[in-house]
């Protein structure tokens, strides 16, 4: 069993930076990858950012430029991914899932954390 559990969510001015962290916790042995995912209220989740464990990184255009991700294993007993976010835009509110895979088919969800941006 996984366990993931987010922090670093809230509510921040346009233009500021928030940080998101995600700690994977349990039989985390040959994990593949960890990543970002965003839902807004009313759309699809997407995925926002992710990185494999062999350091290749992907981001969605919208937050090119703007937002890193960046991960940490500690003695393949835990594994941590963080997303730094700068220059926020009112468009990026919504809820940030963590996401931890090791096949299409086998991967495991946070319990979800706000990010909320205000004009």
């Known amino acids: 069993q996984v366990e993931l559990v987010e922090s670093g969510g809230g509510l921040v001015q346009a233009g500021g930076s928030l940080r998101l962290a995600c700690e994977a916790s349990g039989s985390i042995f040959g994990i593949a990858g960890m990543g970002w995912y965003r839902q807004a209220p009313g759309k699809q989740r997407e995925l926002v950012a992710r990185v494999t464990s062999g350091g290749v990184r992907n981001y969605a255009d919208s937050v090119k430029g703007r937002f890193t991700i960046s991960t940490i294993s500690r003695d393949g007993a835990k594994s941590e991914v963080y997303l730094q976010m700068n220059s926020l835009k009112s468009e990026d509110t919504a809820v940030y899932y963590c996401?931890?895979?090791?096949?299409?088919?086998?991967?495991?969800w946070g319990q979800g954390t706000q990010v909320t941006v205000s004009s």
């Open positions: 996401n931890a895979w090791w096949s299409p088919f086998d991967n495991y």
